[in-house]
């Protein structure tokens, strides 16, 4: 059963990069047509699509956010990765990552998440 | 970008049907995708395409839409439903590869 995991640092100080990892297990990152995504939710928010990138190097990001979102893979490991740079206290959020079908326009495995705060 | 409009709460007795909607220009053009989020957890897929249900989702969920509307009826709400509900659709105001959600409607079951 495919199953993702988030890890990262908890805390990260204004204007410093948060970086996140994804660790994908029971099935293969590279296999299939599907794409990995990023999803954040602040605290009592809904729920704001970051990006998603195939295996292959295909990349989508939110508009509002991409010139500072850096989504990677390394099939390698298994494992996609997400940074994003000059972070403020509206970062603060927990961080999804998912896999994302396009073709059904859905998310249909999501990790548990990880909280990230910005805060000096 | 499109947005997604919700209503922020329903209620609805227990056993009884009930429908959350989802408005937005988007969903002229795409489905809604539709999420179940309980406190502390993560989003979990219960409504995907025309009216889809993943394996394990109970067919007490289904979905429907018209104009740019999307609603996701409960049929026979149980206690165990209660949690926020997401719609989600491609947004069709950019390049069509974004995606974009709604502010949610948190359901309580009576």
């Known amino acids: 059963q495919l199953q993702l995991q988030e890890s990262g640092p908890g805390l990260v100080k204004p204007s410093e990069t948060l970086s996140l990892t994804c660790i994908v297990s029971?099935?293969?990152?590279?296999?299939?047509?599907?794409?990995w995504g990023w999803i954040r939710q602040p605290p009592g928010k809904k729920l704001e699509w970051i990006g998603s990138?195939?295996?292959?190097?295909?990349?989508y990001h939110n508009p509002s956010l991409k010139s500072r979102v850096t989504i990677s893979v390394d099939t390698s490991k298994n494992q996609f990765s997400l940074k994003l740079s000059s972070v403020t206290a509206a970062d603060t959020a927990i961080y999804y990552c998912?896999?994302?079908?396009?073709?059904?326009?859905?998310?249909?495995?999501w990790g548990q998440g990880t909280m990230v705060t910005v805060s000096s | 970008s499109s947005e997604l409009t919700q209503d922020p709460a329903v209620s609805v007795a227990l056993g009884q049907t009930v429908r959350i909607t989802c408005q937005g220009d988007?969903?002229?053009?795409?489905?809604a995708t539709w999420y179940q989020q309980k406190p502390g957890q993560a989003p979990v897929l219960v409504i995907y395409g025309k009216n889809n249900r993943p394996s394990g989702i109970p067919d007490r969920f289904s979905g429907s839409s018209s104009g740019n509307t999307a609603s996701l009826t409960l049929t026979g709400a149980q206690a165990e439903d209660e949690a926020d509900y997401y719609c989600s659709s491609r947004d069709s105001s950019g390049n069509h590869l974004d995606w974009v959600f709604g502010g949610g409607t948190k359901l309580t079951v009576l």
């Open positions: 998912a896999r994302h079908i396009l073709s059904m326009d859905a998310f249909d495995i």
């Open positions: 029971g099935g293969s990152i590279s296999s299939g047509t599907y794409y």
């Open positions: 990138m195939y295996h292959s190097g295909s990349t």
């Open positions: 988007s969903l002229r053009t795409y489905y």
